[in-house]
């Protein structure tokens, strides 16, 4: 690889990837970091509104990027006549792949690039890890922050004479016991992820140390670089110091995110949106959908209109019948009794409700 490493970081229009980008600015201000969005044309008017903030706040241009760029139609829509009209969905996410994925992927070329992810410490997912080998993908969030194939190959038995050899130069004042970590092998009983997690554990910058060795026998794009300030990154950022970042920083959490009142049958109810992507995205829950149907009705009109060809965006309902006033009156009633739940846990964040649909979806469109 002998073009420059280029670091770089999609906002999507999330919470976390808008905290990640801030972050980076604060604390590793030598990154020259590239930062870019895929654009839809679907996207909530908060969302565009988040982005010109993060410019201003970080005095930099976040690149646009768009799929079909010659079409005449927005990406999505152009891409939707291609499928016949078919709909993506849970099982065919087919939107990922062609309006962020591709995009990304054409933009960055063969350059060897640090992806920068904004997945949580409290977050149990790894979210996209590209099959380019010039794209290497870091989560500074995390206490740890590299992708599960470079841990895989670090922590294969056979290599365990490398790692004590690379531990050896740490100078870690845990060696002893490191020692005898690394050089246990692999088993049904102790597994990769107990291996992970006792050398973190252990001392977290040492492990980055040797990961950073090991990277210098691979053709990963971190290899070609003398140093990585993220080595010393102790660091493990969770949901309540993403908004906390974005509050302080001015730039403001997306106003979807933030809980709207409502009133059913004399309780009052909040909703909100649990996730950043298009406004029809088909990883709503209900109660996001009527949300919609209320916030936004020109935008939901839109979404109805795409139903017309037969496809639907939920495999159990449609949205002509999730706004019948019966079925509004049921959904409103059901989170009720879902915020009284979590209430009852002394949550901090309306999006605790809906926090089981978080880990759904591509990073690509969410984080």
Request: hydrophobic share 35%.
């Amino acid at each position: 690889m002998k073009n420059k490493v280029r670091h770089v970081l999609g906002i999507s229009g999330g919470k976390d990837s808008a905290a990640l980008a801030i972050y980076l600015f604060q604390k590793y201000p030598s990154l020259d970091v590239e930062y870019y969005t895929c654009d839809t044309g679907k996207e909530l008017d908060e969302t565009y509104e988040l982005i010109r903030n993060l410019e201003i706040y970080l005095g930099k241009k976040i690149v646009r990027l768009q799929a079909a760029g010659d079409s005449h139609e927005d990406p999505f829509d152009h891409f939707l006549k291609l499928y016949g009209g078919f709909l993506p969905s849970s099982g065919s996410r087919w939107c990922t792949r062609k309006l962020k994925l591709d995009p990304f992927e054409k933009w960055v070329g063969d350059d060897p690039v640090i992806s920068y992810v904004g997945i949580r410490g409290d977050e149990n997912r790894e979210g996209y890890i590209s099959k380019k080998t010039n794209i290497q993908s870091i989560f500074p969030f995390r206490q740890n922050i590299w992708s599960e194939d470079v841990v895989a190959k670090l922590l294969k038995n056979e290599r365990i004479p490398n790692v004590l050899n690379w531990y050896g130069n740490t100078a870690s004042d845990k060696l002893e016991r490191i020692v005898e970590i690394v050089s246990e092998p692999l088993s049904a009983k102790f597994n990769q992820n107990n291996k992970l997690t006792a050398l973190l554990e252990l001392d977290t910058v040492a492990f980055n140390k040797v990961v950073f060795d090991y990277l210098k026998t691979t053709g990963y794009p971190l290899s070609v670089l003398d140093e990585f300030p993220l080595l010393k990154n102790k660091d493990v950022l969770i949901r309540n110091d993403i908004f906390q970042i974005l509050r302080d920083s001015g730039v403001g959490v997306p106003k979807y995110y933030e809980g709207l009142p409502f009133e059913f049958n004399g309780s009052v109810g909040v909703y909100a949106r649990s996730r950043s992507g298009c406004y029809f995205c088909f990883f709503q829950q209900k109660i996001e959908w009527v949300w919609l149907y209320e916030q936004h009705p020109e935008k939901f009109k839109l979404a109805v209109e795409y139903e017309k060809d037969g496809y639907t965006w939920m495999q159990d309902e449609r949205l002509e019948d999730l706004i019948k006033p019966e079925r509004i009156a049921q959904i409103k009633e059901e989170q009720i009794k879902r915020i009284e739940k979590v209430n009852s846990k002394k949550s901090s964040y309306l999006i605790d409700i809906l926090a089981e649909s978080e880990v759904e979806g591509c990073a690509s469109c969410f984080i």
